[in-house]
């Protein structure tokens, strides 16, 4: 890419990985004269121009975008050149497709946030769609996809207490790695020696957290405890850090623990759980197909997710997420609408369908990035919507298959409030243990400060005095960002 005019490398990178993923995009040095895109930005009176001129395999194509400013401050003119700049970016480059992406022009992956922003009091579905349509030249099924997801979060949004949060407890060890996975995740042949002194340290931070939540009289809308997998913890350790939990945070209105890989789960564990009131847990098949899991590198079986699956039924009143992957080696449009059938036929009360994608930390990352066509995720979705399950959060990622999305389906008011809460950064969200982002939000998530934990396990012990003393510290944040 040549930048004439602007800095805005990242808007246009973003545009050029989700219209041609498999090209590589850099800038003016890496450039060959057969592949480039040549962005100029002017300004001509008030307005921002945004002028475009792409050329791959000997052919050009070009774009345009003039946008009058929308407001004064240098946050306001930024938000205006860099959507001029992917408008222009995407109305010459998207030339070069066989046809136009679902999600059009829209980089983000949070699709529903800009309605949430730009329909506060409420998002009507005409006006809605033209915004989608207009701005971003998004698919009459996405536009609809968004609209119902953005009104789900506006509808928690306004259900929140005021000095509300959630909370984040990551658990960094795994049975094995995945090949999709770019988690920060060991196997416990690798880090297994790790989980005592990395337990002693998340209790302290449990207990930090706590303190900080006192201090400042907040509360606990939902806590979320994902990883890694939480299951690769005996049933005493999930005791006691669910005792520390209990002990120390504010009670939540909602408890999830992603089980996870069937293979962790047994019933002493579900059991511990159930005591400690958590309400919500994952069991993640990811595909219902054997020999799919194998070339990912999964180590339980179909039969295994199912049993599990019946057993988390008869230990408690759990409400159940389950995931599927699309796009994953070996599988095909028929393999995935057969796991979804089997997944319906269990009646999980959530069902979550993402799509492949391949991140740098994983080790599948090299090769073709594949296809896969949204109409192998439209009879998905209507296959789990005639049997009674609803859209209610979505999210994209850079690399993913399609260039699609993440969907999570609920029946009845059975949605996992932390899903949208982090999602839609609707509220603080303290994160605690190895590679904790907490997000400190306000204004409906337009200003976020972000505190990060060490990544790996190891640092994070080595430091655990320095975090405990941040956790404790936390009210300073939040008075600062909610005044």
Same mark, same amino acid.
């Not at 504010?250 to 996870?260: D, K, L, S």
């Not at 899903?419 to 839609?424: A, F, S, V």
């Given at each position: 890419?040549?930048l004439?005019?602007?800095?805005?490398?990242?808007a246009?990178?973003?545009?050029?990985v989700c219209?041609?993923?498999e090209?590589?995009?850099?800038?003016?040095e890496?450039?060959?004269q057969e592949g480039?895109?040549?962005?100029s930005?002017?300004?001509?009176?008030?307005?921002?121009?945004?002028?475009?001129?792409a050329?791959?395999?000997?052919?050009?194509?070009?774009?345009?975008?003039?946008?009058?400013?929308?407001?004064?401050?240098?946050?306001?003119?930024?938000?205006?050149?860099?959507?001029?700049?992917?408008?222009?970016?995407y109305?010459?480059?998207?030339g070069?497709?066989p046809?136009?992406?679902?999600w059009?022009?829209?980089?983000?992956?949070?699709?529903?946030?800009p309605l949430?922003?730009?329909?506060?009091?409420g998002?009507?579905?005409?006006?809605?769609?033209?915004?989608?349509?207009?701005?971003?030249?998004?698919s009459?099924?996405?536009?609809?996809?968004?609209?119902?997801?953005?009104?789900?979060?506006?509808?928690?949004?306004?259900?929140?207490?005021?000095?509300t949060?959630?909370l984040?407890?990551?658990?960094p060890?795994?049975?094995?790695?995945?090949?999709?996975?770019?988690?920060v995740?060991?196997s416990?042949?690798?880090?297994?020696?790790?989980?005592?002194?990395?337990?002693?340290?998340?209790?302290r931070?449990?207990?930090?957290?706590?303190e900080g939540?006192?201090?400042?009289?907040?509360?606990?809308?939902?806590?979320?405890?994902?990883?890694?997998?939480?299951?690769?913890?005996t049933?005493?350790?999930?005791?006691?850090?669910?005792?520390a939990?209990?002990?120390?945070l504010?009670?939540?209105?909602?408890?999830t623990?992603?089980?996870?890989?069937?293979?962790?789960?047994?019933?002493?564990k579900?059991?511990?759980?159930?005591?400690?009131?958590v309400?919500? @847990?994952s069991?993640n %098949?990811?595909?219902?197909?054997d &020999?799919? !899991?194998?070339? $990912?590198? #999964? =180590?339980?079986?179909?039969q295994?997710?199912?049993?599990?699956y019946?057993?988390?039924r008869?230990v408690?009143n759990f409400?159940?997420?389950?995931?599927l @992957?699309?796009g994953? %080696?070996?599988d095909d449009?028929? &393999?995935? !609408?057969?796991? $979804?059938? #089997? =997944?319906?036929?269990?009646q999980p009360?959530?069902?979550t369908?993402?799509?492949l994608?391949?991140k740098?930390?994983?080790?599948?990352?090299?090769?073709?990035?594949?296809?896969?066509p949204a109409?192998?995720?439209?009879a998905?979705?209507?296959?789990?919507?005639?049997a009674?399950?609803?859209p209610?959060?979505l999210?994209?990622?850079?690399?993913?298959?399609?260039n699609?999305?993440?969907v999570?389906?609920?029946?009845g008011?059975?949605?996992?409030?932390?899903?949208i809460?982090?999602?839609?950064?609707?509220?603080?969200v303290?994160?605690?243990?190895a590679?904790g982002?907490?997000?400190i939000?306000?204004d409906?998530g337009?200003?976020?400060?972000?505190?990060?934990n060490?990544k790996?396990?190891?640092?994070y012990?080595?430091?655990?005095?320095?975090?405990?003393?941040?956790?404790?510290k936390l009210?300073?944040e939040?008075?600062?960002l909610?005044?």
């Amino acid at each position: 890419m040549i930048l004439q005019g602007t800095a805005l490398e990242t808007a246009v990178h973003e545009t050029l990985v989700c219209l041609l993923p498999e090209e590589r995009h850099g800038l003016a040095e890496d450039c060959a004269q057969e592949g480039r895109v040549t962005v100029s930005l002017t300004r001509e009176g008030e307005d921002f121009l945004c002028r475009v001129q792409a050329v791959r395999g000997g052919e050009e194509k070009t774009g345009e975008c003039r946008l009058p400013p929308e407001g004064d401050s240098p946050l306001e003119q930024k938000r205006v050149e860099t959507r001029a700049v992917k408008t222009a970016v995407y109305r010459a480059v998207v030339g070069f497709l066989p046809q136009p992406p679902v999600w059009g022009a829209m980089s983000g992956v949070k699709p529903a946030k800009p309605l949430r922003q730009a329909f506060p009091q409420g998002i009507e579905e005409e006006a809605a769609d033209a915004f989608l349509k207009e701005r971003f030249f998004i698919s009459p099924s996405r536009r609809k996809l968004a609209i119902r997801c953005a009104r789900m979060a506006q509808q928690l949004e306004r259900s929140l207490q005021e000095q509300t949060g959630a909370l984040y407890i990551g658990i960094p060890f795994c049975p094995s790695k995945c090949v999709y996975c770019s988690f920060v995740s060991g196997s416990t042949a690798q880090w297994g020696h790790l989980i005592p002194p990395y337990l002693d340290a998340l209790c302290r931070e449990v207990e930090a957290a706590g303190e900080g939540f006192r201090q400042n009289g907040w509360k606990l809308d939902s806590i979320y405890m994902g990883g890694g997998t939480p299951t690769t913890l005996t049933a005493a350790q999930l005791d006691r850090l669910l005792t520390a939990v209990q002990q120390h945070l504010p009670h939540p209105r909602e408890f999830t623990v992603e089980a996870g890989r069937p293979e962790t789960i047994t019933r002493d564990k579900l059991e511990v759980l159930h005591r400690h009131g958590v309400g919500r @847990i994952s069991i993640n %098949p990811q595909s219902m197909h054997d &020999g799919v !899991l194998q070339n $990912v590198g #999964r =180590l339980h079986t179909v039969q295994q997710i199912e049993e599990c699956y019946r057993m988390a039924r008869q230990v408690g009143n759990f409400e159940i997420n389950m995931d599927l @992957i699309a796009g994953l %080696p070996g599988d095909d449009e028929e &393999g995935l !609408l057969e796991s $979804v059938r #089997r =997944l319906i036929d269990l009646q999980p009360e959530n069902i979550t369908i993402h799509c492949l994608a391949r991140k740098k930390g994983s080790p599948l990352r090299f090769g073709p990035q594949g296809q896969l066509p949204a109409r192998t995720l439209d009879a998905a979705y209507a296959m789990l919507e005639q049997a009674g399950y609803a859209p209610y959060y979505l999210y994209r990622q850079k690399y993913i298959a399609g260039n699609l999305e993440n969907v999570g389906f609920a029946k009845g008011d059975t949605i996992c409030r932390y899903n949208i809460l982090m999602m839609e950064e609707l509220c603080p969200v303290v994160a605690l243990g190895a590679g904790g982002v907490t997000k400190i939000c306000a204004d409906g998530g337009r200003n976020i400060t972000r505190l990060t934990n060490p990544k790996y396990p190891k640092e994070y012990i080595e430091h655990s005095d320095e975090i405990c003393k941040g956790k404790q510290k936390l009210e300073l944040e939040f008075a600062l960002l909610s005044d």
